[in-house]
């Protein structure tokens, strides 16, 4: 829905559908109810995931021109795809397979061109667009350092394959595309400061020997263009998960001029080990489950981190020197507490004070797609809480100390 704060949206991600059909069920079960709680008399935006083999599919004329029928009947614009997950994301074990394809393959390049080609025709006159993609590889696949920068390399001329897309479609259409990179615990470009270290020193040097052979444009607009359409997906939960303070990552971006395509606003859970660690350790247990990745990084007592692929090898080497665990399990943005254990709720809270002060990207995008997987007791029905989430998420934007009220603390 469209505030003065940018355009805000859920991912379809948390619908299953690997086939276009069934998704585009999922959607029109759920999205008329949702749309009418939160936005009835306004068009209402919606961040679309598309899988691969749905992609194929939607990719054909009488297909994306049904889509397209629909969503001008129901007053829904798409104007962000999540281009993350290629295959399988519910009802079968995800895990590290999230990162499968990587950017080193020309899967991965190609199911990314088919979702800019979709999204063009998708997207409102007048409105830039952006794909999501993981963070080039998973860190866990390369044995060594030198096999792990031949990687990024690789991933980052398929980034630049890419771009030259980007290049053309805008050429031919006017709108400007971007790819959003999210940066996740574990993969190659962990977190931000990462994501700024390959942003400076590998894909703006690649990219400008790239755009000069290829067009023979000048450096200074070379890294305009590849300022343009190469951008960050600031995820709140990953950015919690690697303890990292929002106001650092905005200076770092803006040193380099590096922006900010969407916020995926999503909430991690957070452990504080200083008082009943055995309850704590107890609780944490009930979160351990087989279908996504659930990265921890630990805060120790000498202030060192530590960091586990998965909330089983924590659970299996925690111990007394460890203050507090940040999980990556996106957990519902309008809970604070869960019993003994905390959520990161309040770095959506500060980055969405900084956003409302001085806007950072014109997108919005909610991104909690484990309620399936939430302990039984937590889980409600979707299109509820969905409208739940969007909903904070409007009167966080509105009035920052709206959640100190009691109601909106714990479940």
Same mark, same amino acid.
């Given at each position: 829905m469209?505030t003065?704060?940018g355009?805000?949206?859920?991912?379809?991600n948390?619908?299953?559908?690997?086939?276009?059909?069934?998704?585009?069920?999922?959607?029109?079960?759920?999205?008329?109810y949702i749309?009418?709680?939160?936005?009835?008399?306004?068009?209402f935006?919606?961040?679309?995931?598309?899988?691969?083999?749905?992609?194929i =599919?939607?990719?054909?004329p =009488?297909?994306?021109?049904?889509?397209?029928n629909w969503?001008?009947?129901?007053?829904?614009?798409?104007?962000?795809?999540?281009?993350?997950?290629?295959?399988?994301?519910?009802?079968t074990?995800?895990?590290?397979? &999230?990162?499968?394809p990587?950017?080193?393959?020309?899967?991965?390049?190609?199911?990314?061109?088919?979702?800019?080609?979709?999204?063009i025709?998708l997207l409102?006159?007048?409105?830039?667009?952006?794909v999501?993609?993981?963070?080039?590889?998973?860190?866990?696949?390369?044995?060594n350092?030198?096999?792990?920068i031949?990687?990024?390399?690789?991933?980052?001329?398929?980034?630049l394959?890419?771009?030259?897309?980007?290049?053309?479609?805008?050429?031919?259409?006017?709108?400007? !595309?971007?790819?959003?990179?999210?940066?996740?615990?574990?993969?190659?470009?962990d977190?931000?400061?990462d994501f700024?270290?390959?942003?400076?020193?590998?894909? !703006?040097?690649?990219?400008?020997?790239?755009?000069q052979?290829?067009?023979?444009f000048?450096?200074?607009?070379?890294?305009?263009?590849?300022?343009?359409?190469?951008?960050l997906?600031?995820?709140?939960? $990953?950015?919690?998960?690697a303890?990292?303070?929002? =106001?650092?990552? !905005?200076?770092?971006?803006?040193?380099i001029g590096?922006?900010?395509?969407?916020?995926?606003?999503?909430?991690?859970?957070?452990?504080?080990?200083?008082?009943?660690?055995?309850?704590?350790?107890?609780?944490?247990?009930?979160?351990?489950e087989?279908?996504?990745?659930?990265? &921890?990084?630990?805060?120790?007592?000498d202030?060192?981190?530590? $960091?586990?692929?998965?909330l089983?090898?924590?659970?299996?080497d925690?111990?007394?020197?460890q203050?507090?665990?940040?999980?990556?399990? $996106?957990v519902?943005?309008f809970?604070?507490?869960y019993g003994?254990?905390?959520?990161?709720?309040n770095?959506?809270?500060?980055?969405?004070?900084?956003h409302?002060?001085?806007?950072?990207?014109?997108f919005?995008?909610?991104?909690?797609y484990?309620?399936?997987?939430?302990?039984?007791d937590?889980?409600?029905?979707?299109g509820?809480?969905?409208v739940r989430?969007?909903?904070? &998420?409007?009167?966080?934007?509105?009035?920052?100390?709206? $959640?100190?009220?009691?109601?909106?603390?714990?479940?």
């Open positions: 469209i003065p704060y355009h805000l949206t859920y991912c379809s948390i619908h299953p559908g690997e086939k276009w059909d069934d998704h585009f069920k999922e959607l029109r079960e759920n999205l008329p749309k009418k709680q939160l936005s009835p008399d306004q068009p935006g919606l961040g679309l995931r598309v899988a691969n083999e749905a992609s =599919e939607l990719s054909q =009488e297909k994306i021109a049904e889509f397209k969503l001008d009947q129901e007053n829904i614009y798409v104007f962000v795809i999540n281009g993350f997950p290629y295959g399988g994301f519910h009802n074990v995800v895990k590290g397979d &999230v990162h499968t990587d950017w080193t393959t020309g899967d991965r390049l190609n199911y990314t061109k088919r979702l800019f080609r979709i999204l025709q409102p006159d007048g409105m830039e667009g952006g999501s993609t993981p963070p080039l590889s998973y860190r866990l696949w390369w044995k350092e030198a096999k792990k031949k990687g990024t390399e690789e991933a980052t001329q398929n980034i394959d890419l771009l030259e897309e980007l290049i053309s479609l805008e050429k031919d259409t006017g709108r400007v !595309l971007h790819l959003d990179i999210e940066p996740e615990p574990d993969g190659i470009l977190n931000t400061v700024v270290n390959w942003y400076r020193d590998v894909l !703006l040097p690649a990219g400008t020997i790239y755009l052979k290829k067009h023979q000048p450096a200074e607009k070379s890294k305009e263009i590849i300022l343009k359409h190469i951008q997906c600031y995820d709140i939960c $990953h950015a919690a998960v303890y990292e303070e929002p =106001e650092n990552i !905005l200076n770092s971006l803006q040193e590096i922006k900010v395509g969407r916020i995926q606003i999503s909430s991690a859970l957070k452990v504080d080990f200083s008082t009943n660690k055995e309850i704590k350790r107890k609780a944490i247990e009930t979160f351990n087989p279908v996504y990745l659930h990265q &921890v990084v630990t805060k120790n007592s202030q060192s981190k530590t $960091h586990y692929p998965d089983p090898e924590a659970l299996a925690w111990n007394e020197n203050e507090e665990w940040r999980v990556h399990f $996106h519902p943005l809970i604070a507490s003994v254990l905390d959520s990161t709720q770095e959506i809270i500060k980055t969405l004070a900084i409302r002060e001085k806007p950072f990207s014109a919005l995008e909610v991104e909690t484990t309620w399936g997987v939430l302990p039984e937590m889980q409600k029905p979707i509820q809480s969905i989430e969007m909903d904070w &998420v409007k009167k966080i934007l509105e009035n920052p100390s709206w $959640h100190e009220l009691p109601s909106q603390t714990s479940l």
